[in-house]
Every structure is written in structure tokens, then in C-alpha cells.
């Protein structure tokens, strides 16, 4: 068993007054998640994941023809080796490149690390 410790006579004749809280500081309310990102308003240029960016012929055979941000574009691609079953059978990091995607890519397989460094020679 423990023992309590005991409270001495002086201490519980003084009077004790608890500190006041400090006020809290009151949070940014962050956006919920799933809503789409704000276009930028009339005189600001839009970032890199939001100019509008034309694919070349190849690029443009997978992801669709007219101008499109790179995020769209990124997108679509996955989209597109997720719907063919492209990425490799033991490493899903590895993509296996099938004849629209050769032509994008330049090679047969890409990781998916390199693959935006690949997208980016299609987009201008």
C-alpha cells in the first residue's frame, strides 16, 4: 500500500487560488478533404500542377486530345496502366511499357519515378 502524504496545517489554511486558464488559440478551419483545389483568381498566374499544357500526338493517343493540366494528365496515365494491368507483377513500381506507352516513354519498362521526367518531353 501507498501512503498519502499528509498536508500540513499552514498549507491548508493558506488560500490557494488556481491560475486562469490561458485562452486557447483558436485553429484555422482547414478545408475538408476531397474539394477540389481553388483556381487562381483573375491576375494571378496559375502554379506548375495547374498550367494548362498541350500533349504531343503520342501522349495525346492515352491521356486524350486538348490542353490539360499536369495533374490531369498524371491521372490519366495511371488510369491507363491501371485499366491495361501495366505495372509489373512482382514490383508494382515498375511499369511495362505496351506499344502507346513505348512511344511515350522511349523504352519498355519505367518506373514510376522516372515516368513523370518521361511525361514531361510530351507536354508543352
Known amino acids: 500500500m501507498t501512503k498519502t502524504p499528509k498536508t500540513t496545517k499552514a498549507a ?5 487560488v488556481p491560475k486562469a486558464a490561458a485562452p486557447k488559440a483558436a485553429k484555422a478551419e482547414a478545408p475538408p478533404k476531397g474539394t477540389k483545389v481553388e483556381q487562381p483568381k483573375a491576375g494571378h498566374k496559375p502554379n506548375a500542377l495547374q498550367q494548362p499544357l498541350q500533349p504531343s500526338p503520342e501522349l495525346a ?6 490542353t490539360m493540366p ?6 490519366k496515365v495511371w488510369v491507363y496502366i491501371k485499366t491495361h494491368k501495366l505495372q509489373g507483377p512482382d514490383d ?3 511499369i511495362v511499357a505496351d506499344d502507346k506507352l513505348r512511344q511515350v516513354f522511349g523504352k519498355d519498362q519505367a518506373t514510376m519515378f522516372e515516368m513523370n521526367k518521361l511525361l514531361a518531353q510530351h507536354l508543352k
Open 92 to 94: 508494382g513500381h515498375v
Open 61 to 66: 493517343a492515352i491521356v486524350g486530345e486538348g
Open 12 to 16: 491548508a489554511q493558506m488560500d490557494v
Open 70 to 75: 499536369r495533374g490531369e494528365v498524371v491521372s
